[in-house]
Structures are given as structure tokens and as C-alpha cells.
């Protein structure tokens, strides 16, 4: 199924202080939640991250010139560089100073013990590959042929588990969510 982000209604943060569009969400069984969860993030000023105890998150600049992470911990993380995931635990406090002006940044949130899982940046032309863990492809750049159409620069693509086809032309650049069951 391919997913168009202008579809994706952008949403208030948790802590209500920016805004979101999730492109794909597996609700917990239990109904305390999500399991996992996908977004695309826009960062237009100074303001704290949302605090998610026991999930592991993961973060990719998208497009703007992103902005510097002071996490609680002391760590200091300048997420300015396009593509290049950064992994954090959700119960961090997460200060931000913006490097320019507003940014997009990609988001996976991870139930911490029931899955686990990661980013993968696909820039290579060609066949990619596709199993079960591949849950989302994310097409930042160029165009990218899929079983159930065409993605364009924005667009997502939740593959059918039955291991469906995936090729990047040239120039284009995808990022892959990969989740499987937790320990």
C-alpha cells in the first residue's frame, strides 16, 4: 500500500509543542498503546521532544538544516547531516537549538522488549531487498517502482509480507524501517 504524505493529517506532538504526520502505527494487543510507530516530524522552533518512557527511538534529518540534541544524559548530538539515523531512549529529556530555520526529520518509536529494530538508508540504484521485517519504505529522493505503483519524494510504501519487489532508479534514496519481535 502506498502512502502519500499530503493524506497524513499533521497532528499535535504529545507534549503539544510541534507536529507530526505518522505514516504507519501497530497498536499494541494489549491496548496500552503502540507497538511501533512511523513519522515524519516538522521542527519549526527551540521546543522540547515529547518524553516516551520505554520506547527506543530513532531519528533521521530529512531536509532544513536540522538542529542540535542536548539529552539529559549530557550527550550532545548535532542531528544537521541529511540521513544519517541517530538512536536515543524515548524517556530522554530532549532539549533542541535549531541550526537554521524549520527542519523535517523522519521518526520510528520502538516498544522497548516487544520489538525491536532500525533505519536503513538505501541509496544504491537497483533491487532492494524486501522480507517480513521490512514494515515501511520511505522514499526521500527520486523515484522508487514498487508492487503497487510508483513512489515520488515523500511518499511511503508498506510492502505486503510476501517478499513484493522494490527498485530505486538512479538518484533515488529510500530509507527502510526494519522491525522485528523484541527479546
Known amino acids: 500500500?502506498?502512502?502519500?504524505?499530503?493524506?497524513?493529517?499533521?497532528?499535535?506532538?504529545?507534549?503539544?509543542?510541534?507536529?507530526?504526520?505518522?505514516?504507519?502505527?501497530?497498536?499494541?494487543?494489549?491496548?496500552?498503546?503502540?507497538?511501533?510507530?512511523?513519522?515524519?516530524?516538522?521542527?519549526?522552533?527551540?521546543?522540547?521532544?515529547?518524553?516516551?518512557?520505554?520506547?527506543?527511538?530513532?531519528?533521521?534529518?530529512?531536509?532544513?538544516a536540522g538542529f542540535t540534541m542536548t539529552l539529559d544524559?549530557?550527550?550532545?548530538?548535532?542531528?544537521?547531516?541529511?540521513?544519517?539515523?541517530?538512536?536515543?531512549?524515548?524517556?530522554?529529556?530532549v532539549q533542541v537549538t535549531l541550526?537554521?530555520?524549520?527542519?523535517?526529520?523522519?521518526?520510528?518509536?520502538?516498544?522497548?522488549?516487544?520489538?525491536?529494530?532500525?533505519?536503513e538508508v538505501w541509496r544504491n540504484a537497483g533491487a532492494q531487498p524486501i522480507d517480513d521485517a521490512c514494515k515501511l519504505v520511505y522514499g526521500a529522493h527520486g523515484t522508487i517502482d514498487c508492487a503497487d505503483g510508483t513512489l515520488q519524494p515523500g511518499d511511503a510504501w508498506r510492502p505486503r509480507p510476501d517478499g513484493c519487489a522494490l527498485s530505486l532508479r538512479p538518484g533515488a534514496l529510500a530509507l527502510a524501517v526494519r522491525i522485528e519481535s523484541g527479546d
Open 1 to 64: 500500500m502506498i502512502i502519500r504524505l499530503a493524506d497524513c493529517p499533521l497532528q499535535p506532538w504529545k507534549n503539544g509543542l510541534g507536529r507530526t504526520r505518522e505514516l504507519a502505527v501497530q497498536t499494541s494487543a494489549d491496548g496500552g498503546g503502540f507497538d511501533w510507530r512511523i513519522s515524519i516530524a516538522e521542527v519549526d522552533s527551540a521546543a522540547p521532544f515529547s518524553s516516551f518512557p520505554g520506547i527506543d527511538r530513532q531519528i533521521v534529518l530529512l531536509d532544513g
Open 73 to 93: 544524559d549530557g550527550r550532545v548530538h548535532a542531528l544537521t547531516t541529511p540521513f544519517e539515523p541517530f538512536a536515543f531512549p524515548g524517556e530522554a529529556r
Open 99 to 119: 541550526a537554521g530555520g524549520p527542519t523535517r526529520d523522519f521518526n520510528l518509536m520502538l516498544r522497548r522488549g516487544r520489538v525491536r529494530g532500525g533505519i
